[in-house]
């Protein structure tokens, strides 16, 4: 019963996806499922650090992306999980330097066959690995679980990751909740205020995506 239910959501959730694809981002359909599976199985582990059932649809990833504006010459992704967000990216700012968090090991394994990324594990490690006086990040897209992983450790990576950005830089996050997922007061703190919304319905369950601007 419960197999059959999983599959039936699985199709679904696929075709879904298929349906609202435009060119440049549709995967593969038995790519999606596999992806999903892998999904489904990590979230299971650990639901707290993996935060989604699923991968991003097609429609949030691409609106996602679309926000980059990319003038600078480092771009760096947090959580990027089966990489929907990476491979569009990549295809996109190809002669970015682009840093590539991925904390879960399923996923990080995976994510080696994207060529010309720099991948790296742990979110927190950010500030170790990149130098501030030697890059110019303008934006860091960031599928993190805020609202479910450790509230210290959100709070370090956020910290790092607005740092990191350059004046005018944008922090890219989305959420299913209805709320901002980072605090006024924590955002005032570090020069960084919210600057849009996007509602993304096709998604499973719906997002918004919020745009954080520093602004120095
Ligand atoms: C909701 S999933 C988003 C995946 C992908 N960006 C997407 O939208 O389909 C969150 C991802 O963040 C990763 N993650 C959680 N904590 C992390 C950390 N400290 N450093 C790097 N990745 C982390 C999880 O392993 C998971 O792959």
Redesign the pocket.
């Known amino acids: 019963m419960l197999r059959k239910k999983a599959i039936a959501f699985i199709s679904w959730r696929s075709r879904l996806n298929k349906n609202h694809a435009n060119n440049i981002c549709s995967t593969p359909s038995k790519n999606r499922i596999t992806d999903i599976i892998l999904?489904i199985k990590?979230y299971i582990k650990?639901p707290k650090?993996?935060?989604?059932l699923?991968?991003?649809s097609n429609s949030?990833?691409k609106m996602?992306t679309e926000s980059i504006v990319g003038n600078g010459d480092t771009l760096i992704?947090?959580?990027?999980?089966?990489?929907?967000?990476t491979k569009l990216i990549k295809l996109k700012f190809k002669d970015h330097k682009f840093y590539v968090?991925?904390?879960?090991t399923n996923?990080h394994e995976n994510l080696l066959n994207i060529k010309n990324i720099d991948l790296r594990?742990?979110?927190?490690d950010m500030t170790n690995i990149i130098d501030k006086n030697k890059t110019k990040v303008s934006d860091v897209i960031s599928?993190?679980?805020l609202r479910s992983?450790d509230n210290e450790?959100s709070n370090v990576?956020l910290s790092h990751a607005f740092c990191l950005l350059i004046n005018g830089g944008q922090f890219i996050q989305?959420t299913y909740g209805l709320k901002s997922p980072i605090s006024n007061s924590f955002l005032k703190e570090h020069n960084m205020v919210l600057n849009k919304k996007i509602h993304v319905i096709k998604n499973i369950p719906p997002a918004t995506i919020y745009i954080y601007k520093k602004i120095l």
């Open positions: 999904f990590q650990n650090e993996i935060g989604s699923t991968p991003s949030l990833s996602m992704e947090l959580g990027a999980g089966t990489g929907v967000f968090f991925e904390k879960n996923f594990c742990n979110a927190l599928g993190l679980p992983i450790i990576i989305f």
